[in-house]
């Protein structure tokens, strides 16, 4: 099927500015799918969208050596798909060992965006412990937010799980008891 019939669910979520989970086995068109999003939503005029790629963030549940790999994922994403926003100021793309890296970096590029941001991380199921805690706590704290400080419009978390379904250590899934209840993800 072609991806404006298969991706019409979708396409209403973002609509809707839903934070959302797509997710499929493996090969079976998730980040072709995600492309094709962010090239469709950008030709409306109406979004600023964007594809992160952040499983090569995967291999430690370090937030701060994560959060260096996506904020480089993140600075090519912008370049790539918003040419016109450009890469935020020295502070908002700091990763410090405080926490609020992603919160800071994506109020940054809301607040510069011309249009709402919709942002669509894929392989987001491969972060894990510690990192995924964190990605995940600053996704929701933006979310609550957002309707007094710039935030995306939009969030998919694209990868083979569901959000409540990530893998995390017994004792971080305790920080993480929000995703059965309250989570942004819960639609």
């Known amino acids: 099927l072609p ?3 298969r991706l019409g669910r979708v396409l209403k979520l973002i609509d ?3 934070y959302f989970t797509l997710h499929a086995g493996r090969q079976t068109g998730k980040t072709t799918s995600a492309q094709w999003l962010v090239e469709h939503l950008n030709a409306t005029g109406r979004w600023c969208a964007m594809h992160v790629d952040v499983q090569n963030a995967r291999d430690t549940d370090s937030p701060l050596l994560a959060f260096k790999v996506i904020r480089e994922n993140l600075d090519h994403a912008v370049q ?5 926003v450009g890469l935020g100021s020295s502070p908002a793309r ?4 405080s926490r609020g890296f992603l919160l800071r970096y994506l109020r940054d590029l809301a607040a510069r965006a011309p249009h709402p941001l919709v942002i669509l991380f894929d392989e987001a199921d491969a972060l894990m412990g510690k990192a995924m805690v964190s990605f995940l706590t600053q996704l ?3 979310y609550i937010d957002r309707a007094k400080t710039p935030f995306p419009a939009s969030v998919v978390l694209i990868g083979q799980r569901q959000v409540r379904d990530y893998v ?3 004792k971080d899934q305790k920080a993480l008891s929000w995703l059965g209840s309250s989570s942004p993800f819960n639609i």
Do not use: N, T
Request: net charge positive; glycine share 10%.
């Open 3 to 5: 991806p404006e019939r």
């Open 16 to 18: 809707d500015h839903k």
């Open 80 to 84: 790539r798909d918003l040419p016109g």
């Open 94 to 97: 700091q990763v410090k060992p």
């Open 140 to 142: 929701r704290q933006g």
């Open 168 to 170: 995390v250590r017994a």
